[in-house]
């Protein structure tokens, strides 16, 4: 057990030493969502009335997209020189390597939203420091991040890496995004709980589930790395 | 030591290796040589665990592979074609990783020994992606020594590398060598090779086909020992 | 060269045998439905080949658990098939539904949980076959198949709850719910022969087109071996 603490951390680690010495991942993932927003805001014409239903839809496409994007750079610098056939070689448990991957994939992810949510606000006069909404953020990232973690280590893998990752992912990741935008409705307009609570269940389901599956199953993906 | 018998490998329809034997004893150092195509990469990858055989007997320090990875994995230094390190870490940080990852007591002493040992002590605190290619070589052999692992594997270690770098290589080989670790090297340069082994392989079609145990073995004799084993093969080229 | 089992050219004989008497059933046994007439007809075949969809995907995640743990590729070969068979019948059913909805419904499209249920599982497996072509490896390859198609299979019912309790106006023909949509009715005796008789027809159909696509892979695999070995 500790043995696979240490793994994970240390994965982690130097996810974050990496990336904080080039911030390609972060300036990349913030840069395209601000620029997200910005095509929805033409494209749908963000006036006070339009936000009120479609801030959360925008925000979560914005969040997907980035997390795409973020998912796939992180998978992609394994491959150069060869450094999953580095982690491979090590006597750790498979699960272990990918904890950790998913963990900092997390990470960049929640600290994109933490700079965008605020910045959607301030632009759009929205208050989005509502706990409920912040919790389904957390909730519906965990769940995304576990699933696309997991299909990036199998697009990079493949010919069209590039563009395989979102058309592997999105369909896939439908149960968690619908009731993410609709609790995220829920607490921002202020809906009973009780209403609120459902969408949530399904989102912890989809999250334990399927969290729980590619935990077991990321070892299928890494063996044999070619 | 290493036993391998009746290894056969396949991608597709390609078959890589058909039925090969390979037995290495300890404190041996091995030359694996052979034409690109041969499967010398193939069976390194085999022997380190990272692919699994599709048929036959693979036992490496006494464990089965691929069944007891594991156990392999933590007795075994593997420096493949790709330096396996992160261009974005130090030379020390990549050794740090690697170092947690096997467990290594005191990692970061460990590190800096081995730092001192591929002669880059200097260069402990520069990123990696600034290395040249010989210097990248050279922490790449840093790294599959950090766990003091018994079983060294080395694909192609030789390329692309200058006169100085190959010095260091051949004597941490010998140095590794006669402290009874065992030692496979494979290359296509035999004169690198030459007066570094005491046995050498050669591979061909997926099968050793020729073997000749002498140390310090004259360049010219082994490369007439190398083209007669390729050449009863169904020649190929060089 | 490997001979056609006599087994499947049976097999083959008592599918069509089937088929037809099931369409001379849902022409001539079943009764007209009173409210939506002959169109209702459609729910036969368009509920089996809905049947044979799911089916097909949820072997393929069997087989692919079967690979996983077993490594023979033959699990592969029938994971795989069974999800082109069933993709293609998933089509079927969603074409053969809105050829129903069109006077029913009034539109040929909504996005009722159902329809996008079964449009999103056709990306899912679209995403398959996607995915399989741009791998080279076989063994990767069926790795990698075997692990989405799990992932596929399991999201399923998530996409489903979701959608659902996001709208619905697909009738409700069998089993608890209430139908809320136009078009749901209640299935008399003879109705509920020619409907289950259906769905064992077109179960016994997917085996049939399994193996022949089973069978057929054998060969091109082995076709492939010989024009190796030919060139090599």
Known sequence: MRNYLRTVITVVWKDIVGEARNKEILTSMLVFSLLVILIFNFALDLDVQAQESVTAGVIWVTFTFAGTLGVNRSMASEREGGCLDGLLLVPVDRSALYVGKALGNLLFLLVIEVIILPIYSVLFNVNMLVPGFLLVVLLGSIGYIAVGTLLAAMSVQARTRDILLPILLFPLTIPILIPAVKASIGYLEGYPGSWIMTWLNVIIVYDLIFTAIAVMLFEYVVEEWS | ?238 | MEEKPRFLSLLDGITGILFLAAVLLVFFYAPLERSMGAVQKVFYFHVSTAWVGMLGFFVSALMGGMYILSRKKIWDMIGFSSVEISFIFFFIAIVSGSIWARPIWNTWWTWDPRLTTAAVVELIYGAYFLLRQAIDEPQQKARFSAVYAIFGFLSVPLTFVSIRMLRTIHPVVIGAGDPTGGGGFSMTGPMQVTFFFSLFTFSVLFVDVLWHRIRLEKLESMMNKLRLELTS
Request: a positive charge; glycine letters at 10%; charged letters at 25%.
């Open chain 2, 1 to 238: 030591m290493i036993r391998v018998r009746n290894l056969r490998k396949r991608f597709g329809h390609k078959r890589v290796l058909s039925g090969l034997d390979f037995q290495v004893e300890k404190g041996e150092l091995v030359a694996l040589l052979g034409p690109n195509g041969s499967g010398k990469t193939t069976l390194l990858r085999i022997l380190s665990s990272l692919s699994r055989p599709d048929g036959g007997e693979v036992l490496v320090g006494g464990y089965q592979l691929p069944q007891e990875a594991d156990w392999v994995r933590e007795r075994l230094g593997f420096v493949s074609h790709q330096p396996l390190l992160y261009g974005d870490l130090t030379a020390e940080e990549n050794l740090w990783f690697y170092g947690r990852l096997y467990n290594v007591s005191d990692y970061r002493q460990r590190a800096a020994n081995v730092l001192d040992m591929v002669g880059l002590q200097r260069c402990g605190a520069d990123l990696v992606r600034t290395f040249s290619r010989g210097m990248v070589q050279r922490l790449a052999l840093g790294r599959s020594l950090l766990h003091e692992p018994q079983i060294l594997l080395f694909d192609e270690p030789h390329t692309g590398l200058d006169q100085d770098s190959v010095r260091m290589l051949n004597d941490v080989l010998l140095h590794m060598s006669e402290q009874g670790r065992i030692v496979v090297v494979t290359s296509h340069d035999l004169a690198q090779v030459a007066n570094l082994a005491s046995r050498f392989d050669v591979l061909s079609r997926g099968k050793i086909v020729a073997s000749v145990k002498e140390e310090k073995i004259d360049l010219d004799r082994l490369l007439m020992f190398y083209r007669e084993a390729v050449r009863l093969r169904g020649g190929e080229r060089l």
